[in-house]
C-alpha cells in the first residue's frame, strides 16, 4: 500500500465514522455546521464565526486565514498590503506526485493567496506597526524563498520606519520543492531580526496552530516577546517522529502552547479575543518606555552644554 493510498483509507474510515454518528448527513449540513475537534461538539457555522472561530463551549481555537486574522488584530481601514507583487517560481523543476508549479496553482485556487505570507503595514488601536501574518492554508504556510524575502523585506522597512514589528506564525517548516533554498530563509530572516535588535526596535511573534520546523528554528521564536495562541501546538518535529527516535511516549500536552508556558519557552498564552487588547498595551508600554529614555537623554544633553 502506497503512502496515498494509505491517507485515503484513513480518510474514507473517517467519513464512514461521522456517517454512522449522524455528525454529517450530507454536504448540505457540512456547509451550515462544523464539528469541534476538541469536545465534539457540532456548531453552527454562522455562530462560530461569530465568535472569532473559537468553540463556544470549549474555547477551541480553530485556524484561521490570515486575512481574518489581520481584521481581528489590525483598526480597521488601517491596513496596506506590501510585496504582494512578489511570486513563487520553480526554480528547480521540483516533481514529486505532481510538479510544483501545479501545487503553486492549486494552492492559490484553495487559499485565494499569491503565497503563505501577506506582509504590510497598520496601526493597533492608532499604533503604527508591521504585520507579516502567515497562512495554513497555502501549502500548510511553508516557508519558501519567498515567504523569506517577505517577511525580511517587511523587517526592513520596519527599520527604516523605526515602528514594531508583528509576525503570526501559521507553518508546517520549511518548503521541501525549493530544497537548500527555502533552508536559506533561515538564515536570512534570522538575520532581519538580529538587525531589528540591534537598532532597539520592538519585535513580537504570535505563535499559531501550528507552527513547526524552519518557521520555529528562526524567525518564529526570536522574538523580544513571545506569545502563543491559546492551544497552539509548537515544535520543530512532529511528535510522531521525535516519539519514535526517542523510544519513548511523550505527554498528552507536548508541544502545546500551555506545555511551552510551563517551561518558560513562551512569554504569554493569549486568547483570539483578547490578542488585540494585549498587543496594542504591549506596544504602548515600549513607545512610553521608547519616548521617556529620548526625552531623559534630550535632558541629561542639554543639562551638559550648560
Known amino acids: 500500500m502506497t503512502l496515498t493510498d494509505w491517507f485515503n483509507k484513513r480518510k474514507e474510515a473517517q467519513q464512514q465514522a461521522l456517517r ?3 455528525v454529517v448527513i450530507d454536504d448540505s449540513v457540512g456547509k451550515l455546521w462544523s464539528l469541534c475537534y476538541n469536545c465534539n461538539s457540532q456548531l453552527p457555522k454562522k455562530d462560530l ?7 463556544p463551549n470549549c474555547d477551541y481555537h480553530f485556524r484561521i486565514g490570515a486575512r481574518a486574522r489581520i481584521k481581528l488584530v489590525l483598526d480597521s481601514g488601517t491596513f496596506e498590503e506590501r510585496y504582494k ?15 510544483y508549479a501545479k501545487r503553486q496553482k492549486a494552492a492559490k485556487e484553495k487559499s485565494d493567496l499569491d ?7 497598520g496601526e493597533i488601536d492608532g499604533q503604527r506597526v508591521a504585520v507579516a501574518v502567515m497562512d495554513f492554508d497555502y501549502m500548510g504556510g511553508s516557508m519558501g524563498s519567498v515567504v523569506g524575502e517577505k517577511v525580511t523585506r517587511i523587517m526592513e522597512d520596519a527599520l527604516s520606519e523605526k515602528i514594531p514589528v508583528i509576525v503570526f ?3 508546517g517548516g520549511a518548503r521541501m520543492q525549493e530544497s537548500a533554498l527555502s533552508l536559506m530563509q533561515m538564515a536570512k530572516t534570522s538575520c532581519a531580526v538580529a538587525k531589528l535588535n540591534e537598532a532597539k526596535i520592538l519585535y513580537i511573534t504570535v505563535l499559531t496552530e501550528p507552527t ?7 524567525f518564529g521564536t526570536l522574538g523580544d516577546i513571545m506569545i502563543a495562541e491559546k492551544g497552539a ?16 511516549k511523550l505527554p498528552a500536552d507536548f508541544q502545546t502552547a500551555e506545555y511551552l508556558l510551563k517551561y518558560g519557552q513562551i512569554d504569554l498564552i493569549v486568547t483570539r479575543h483578547e490578542m488585540k487588547e494585549k498587543l496594542s498595551k504591549i506596544i504602548a508600554m515600549h513607545n512610553a518606555a521608547k519616548n521617556s529614555k529620548t526625552a ?11
Open 212 to 218: 513547526f520546523g524552519g518557521v520555529t528554528a528562526s
Open 233 to 248: 501546538r509548537i515544535g520543530f518535529a512532529g511528535r510522531r517522529v521525535i516519539e519514535q527516535t526517542i523510544k519513548e
Open 49 to 55: 464565526e461569530n465568535n472569532d472561530m473559537v468553540c
Open 115 to 121: 503565497e503563505a505570507v501577506i506582509t504590510g503595514v
Open 296 to 306: 531623559n537623554a534630550k535632558s541629561a544633553a542639554g543639562m551638559a552644554s550648560k
Open 20 to 22: 454512522e454518528n449522524d
Open 85 to 99: 507583487n512578489i511570486t513563487g517560481k520553480d526554480p528547480l523543476n521540483f516533481v514529486d506526485t505532481q510538479s
Open 169 to 171: 506564525t501559521a507553518s
